[in-house]
């Protein structure tokens, strides 16, 4: 068969959201990357806001960080750790960017005075970016659209993909469409209306799918699959049915064997005997997955732990660890203001390690403070993230190194001892709306640490989000207390990791490692954490262990 430029596959939804539109992408994505095709994904939103950095977590979950410093939508995370491939700012667009971008178009005159309209420019404008994406170095571009077919905000977007494969070529776009086929208890039966409803709408907007993915709780018998191609006007072969998985890890061997990538695969002409598929990597990680059973109990010490979304990368890293170790992770939210409850109880005894993970805002930090203390007075292995290590800091400060009333000018404006601060050269641009440390940031590892030893290097690179920094005024007084900053920014004037010597593993990092973590390659701060903390519960007393909300 020819092959001729970059192909297209746009992912839409149907009957109701959270049906798993991203994870089915970056199941499709995983199996053609194993197909030896170079792809990449990007996820298309409807929301006004101009990204998520600035939305409430409890809205959208956690905020995922790419390379280049992108704020982007959580199911970005999805496509990373499933096709292996560090996506960027251009990887996620929304309503409110595309518009902000249409309007100062105008503004300058690059319409040259012409009624603006979403017709041509705003979909013009959502194609531009689709495209862009297309490079010379890819094969196959995956787009998610957000929301479901139906929904008034994601109308352009429809129109946009839809204009689309007439600019491109047929031969190069495929539409994939995500649905739900319920089982209804009292009648026994597996109902397709509300497929045949979601086509229908769909098909209004003037796209044809070509492939319909029916997620279920059971599997889709051949008389329902005959029955959805009939009236959906889609080959039976492009009927694919996606029962829930024991696992998401599992999603693309379900996939394939439903046939879905070998039925895109001629779809776009893609010769599929010049693109064998090799899953034989993607098996040994599930074969580890279900073979991780050694329990390790870790407590996630939070301020949005009502959503367990909002800290979906920090889990996902925590899991990955848990394979490599043939440890099942069990998983409990703390919320961060019950710490000093707890305590009183002795309510942390029972876990194996925790980890305190990043946050803005003032509630919770003095929780946070005690689990730090807590961890360190009892050996406990501690990861901090961001604004783990920054309660870390303050704890050592306030315990270690006499420094009464230690805090962070972000939540005391007025303490004597600002431990952690906004950097000098930051606050002008602070009092004005702020500034942000956002994405790669490169840090000199301090040689024979425990970090050092666990990356295996003493220079990485890792992702940032976060506005106040470690005070370089107090770095002499909390070393001296016993703190070592085990990494550095390349000019010394940045504390990227801090750890205690002779503590199992007691680390905090300025950065938010858990977004470069792969689930066949855990992040090496996960991977010694769990471990330390699987040494904990190996050696403990099983009758102490009390699981509490297991996650």
């Not at 109308?155 to 994939?176: K, L, M, S, T, W």
């Not at 086929?181 to 070509?210: A, C, D, F, M, W």
């Not at 783990?388 to 050592?396: A, C, D, K, S, T």
């Not at 066949?520 to 010694?528: C, D, T």
Request: glycine letters at 12%.
């Amino acid at each position: 068969m020819r092959e001729s430029g970059t192909k297209y596959i746009f992912f839409t939804g149907g009957v109701s959201s959270s049906l798993g539109k991203g994870l089915t992408a970056s199941s499709l994505g995983r199996l053609l990357k194993c197909r030896g095709l170079r792809v990449t994904m990007c996820k298309l939103d409807p929301y006004i806001n101009v990204d998520p950095g600035t939305m409430n977590p409890f809205e959208h979950g956690e905020v995922f960080v790419t390379e280049d410093g992108g704020e982007t939508d959580l199911d970005l995370g999805h496509y990373e750790r499933f096709i292996d491939e560090n996506l960027r700012k251009g990887s996620n667009s929304t309503t409110g960017g595309i518009y902000s971008s249409v309007i100062a178009k105008e503004r300058r005159g690059d319409y040259l005075g012409k009624t603006v309209q979403v017709i041509p420019h705003v979909t013009d404008e959502i194609k531009k970016r689709i495209r862009g994406l297309g490079t010379d170095d890819v094969d196959v571009v995956i787009v998610e659209i957000g929301g479901t077919v139906g929904d008034i905000e994601i109308v352009p977007f429809i129109e946009a993909i839809r204009q689309f494969r007439r600019d491109v070529g047929r031969e190069n776009v495929c539409y994939v469409h995500l649905t739900l086929v319920p089982y209804l208890g009292p009648s026994g039966e597996q109902k397709t209306k509300p497929t045949q409803h979601s086509v229908t709408e769909l098909r209004s907007r003037g796209i044809q799918p070509n492939v319909i993915v029916c997620r279920s709780d059971r599997m889709i018998s051949d008389d329902l699959k005959r029955k959805i191609s009939l009236l959906c006007d889609v080959p039976i072969e492009a009927v694919v049915s996606a029962v829930d998985a024991d696992n998401i890890y599992q999603i693309p061997l379900v996939l394939h064997e439903e046939g879905l990538d070998g039925y895109i695969l001629g779809l776009l002409e893609f010769d599929e005997a010049s693109h064998p598929i090799d899953l034989s990597g993607w098996e040994r990680l599930v074969h580890q997955v279900d073979a991780a059973v050694r329990p390790v109990h870790i407590g996630i010490i939070g301020k949005y732990v009502d959503l367990p979304d909002a800290y979906l990368s920090v889990v996902e890293s925590l899991r990955h660890a848990g394979f490599h170790h043939g440890a099942k992770v069990q998983i409990e939210w703390v919320q961060a203001a019950t710490v000093p409850d707890l305590l009183e109880r002795d309510g942390l005894r029972s876990f194996d390690g925790l980890v305190i993970p990043g946050g803005f805002g003032e509630r919770g930090v003095e929780g946070k403070i005690a689990a730090a203390r807590y961890a360190r007075e009892h050996d406990l292995p501690l990861l901090g993230l961001c604004l783990g290590l920054q309660v870390m800091v303050i704890e050592v400060a306030r315990s270690l190194a006499g420094l009464e009333g230690a805090h962070s000018r972000e939540f005391d404006a007025t303490t004597r001892h600002p431990v952690v601060d906004l950097m000098d050269d930051q606050n002008d641009v602070a009092e004005k709306g702020g500034t942000m440390r956002l994405g790669a940031c490169p840090a000199q590892l301090l040689a024979g640490s425990q970090v050092a030893e666990a990356y295996g290097a003493e220079v990485v690179t890792e992702r940032h989000r976060h506005r106040y920094e470690v005070n370089p005024r107090y770095r002499g007084a909390l070393e001296d207390a016993g703190l070592v900053c085990s990494g550095m920014s390349p000019d010394g004037r940045l504390v990227e990791f801090i750890e205690l010597p002779g503590h199992p593993f007691w680390v905090g990092t300025q950065a938010h490692p858990e977004f470069k973590s792969r689930p066949g390659r855990p992040h090496p701060l996960f991977r010694e954490l769990v471990g330390a903390a699987l040494e904990r519960a190996e050696g403990r007393d099983p009758r102490l262990i009390d699981i509490g909300a297991v996650g």
